[in-house]
């Protein structure tokens, strides 16, 4: 059981807030916004569960808004975590968007949907489609025009793909001015990668946290059949990487309204998708897989006190894919004292910025194509002559980035087929495929 919820902006201010018991003192929102802000002096980020004068915090950050539960009991931290994971998700099926300036302006159906979901502290409901019985305000929708970055959800809202703008901004809930409802179903392919490289730049270990996402618009609720690769292997039991171009997955779960009679068949997903978004499949791979990026740096002499840090990076997905606000970290040694950067020449749509007080360097890179490389070099000036650690004070770098259009696991959707009696039904099909970098490691 939880004593507070509360959401709050990334300036720290209170979007929503209710108190469902009255055993924590008021005031939680700032000492955990303060908490957040600096801890360990700002040079990393707070763990989602923290505890302070008896009372537990746990928080999850999803679109730079803060949800946050405080309580005194001995709760579980994963049921709570998921329970804040589905409000969020709740809230943008209802909203369309999960955004402050959504909220603000939905804060009576926000209400509303937090009144039906907890009850004195206790989770009641947790489904979109159940609620539906439940909550009867409709959502105010926001001009997409004027939406600020949207994260993840904006790199399908470029006008020039063949995906509406609006796809990733409506609600389930909604009706349509026009009066005609666009029928149209959205399936996401979303990974996120995970790889060290050690100091030669083989791979220590590397994995692939994936999820199949759906989203869907249809009325009636209509079965869906949902192919994958045929060619597709779960579990460790075949050994090695299997066949060449096999899809080998470590283990995976199900959505509760999947039906599983032709998995094993023909790779087939049959489901009645409810309402709002939710996960078909969750999968998780740690067999070899080519990695996105390949980063090769090199630490170079130039005096008694100073040195030089190059950095090359290279895309090594197809040329017809480009990532998206890529950075690169570079931690460099304590007693630096002055850094340039010196990027290479024609370098169009990149920036560095140095942090002095945790000796940080950031690249970053808005648009990189895939089968091409950019270099930086960093040079350093040093406070004490340059010793023999040099080289260990220097990295690990760490990268982030996201890749639309790009799967790591060459998992595929072969046809998305919905099935209705009526001929004439043709509602729009959408696949769309996203890789995230979570954890991307290159040691020096």
């Known amino acids: 059981m939880i004593s507070q919820f509360f959401v709050l902006s990334p300036r720290g201010d209170t979007i929503i807030s209710r108190d469902y018991r009255g055993d924590v003192p008021r005031g939680t929102a700032e000492i955990f916004f303060r908490q957040v802000k ?68 939905n804060f009576v159906l926000v209400y509303e949907l937090l009144d039906e979901i907890i009850d004195m502290g206790y989770a009641q409901s947790t489904s979109t489609e159940s609620l539906k019985a439940y909550v009867f305000n409709e959502p105010i929708q926001l001009d997409v025009q004027k939406l600020p970055n949207l994260g993840a959800a904006s790199i399908f809202m470029n006008p020039g793909k063949r995906v509406p703008g609006t796809a990733v901004t409506k609600s389930v809930v909604s009706n349509d001015p026009s009066g005609k409802k666009r029928e149209e179903v959205f399936v996401d392919i979303i990974e996120r990668v995970s790889v060290t ?17 759906m989203k869907s618009y249809l009325s009636g609720t209509p079965e869906i059949r949902l192919a994958l690769n045929e060619d597709l292997a779960i579990g460790k039991e075949f050994g090695g990487t299997g066949d060449l171009g096999m899809v080998l997955l470590d283990d995976c779960n199900f959505h509760e309204s999947v039906r599983l009679d032709s998995f094993d068949v023909d790779r087939t997903l049959v489901l009645a998708p ?17 990695p996105p990026f390949r980063v090769f740096p090199h ?56 942090k002095e007080a945790t000796k940080l360097v950031e690249w970053t890179v808005k648009k990189f194509p895939g ?29 982030t980035f996201t890749i639309p259009m790009y799967n790591a696991s060459r998992l595929q959707v072969r046809y998305l087929q919905i099935l209705k009696k009526s001929k004439a039904y043709n509602p729009y099909r959408w ?9 991307y490691v290159t040691r020096l």
């Not at 490289?197 to 590397?206: D, H, K, T, V």
């Not at 709002?276 to 897989?289: A, D, K, L, S």
């Open 38 to 105: 600096f801890w360990k002096g700002g040079q990393e980020d707070a763990p989602p569960v923290f505890n302070i004068d008896g009372v537990n915090y746990l928080h999850v950050k999803v679109n730079g808004l803060l949800f946050v539960a405080t309580t005194r009991a001995n709760v579980s931290p994963a049921l709570i975590l998921e329970l804040l994971q589905r409000i969020a998700r709740i809230i943008k099926d209802y909203c369309g968007i999960l955004s402050e300036d959504s909220m603000r302006k």
């Open 197 to 213: 490289f050690n100091a030669s730049g083989y791979i220590q270990n590397s994995e692939i946290d994936g999820t199949i996402q």
């Open 274 to 290: 409810p309402d709002g978004e939710f996960p078909v499949m969750n999968y998780r791979m740690t067999q070899e897989f080519k």
């Open 299 to 354: 630490v170079e002499e130039a005096g008694p006190f100073k040195a030089e840090v190059v950095v090359r990076v290279r895309g090594e997905f197809p040329s017809n894919s480009v990532a998206n606000n890529v950075v690169v970290r570079i931690p460099l040694p304590k007693g630096t004292q002055r850094v340039s950067c010196e990027q290479e020449p024609g370098a169009v749509g990149q920036s560095t910025d140095f």
């Open 371 to 399: 089968n091409s490389e950019h270099v930086l070099r960093v040079k350093l000036t040093l406070a004490q002559e340059r010793n023999a650690n040099l080289k260990k004070e220097t990295g690990p770098i760490n990268m």
């Open 431 to 439: 696949v769309r495929y996203v890789t995230h970098a979570n954890s």
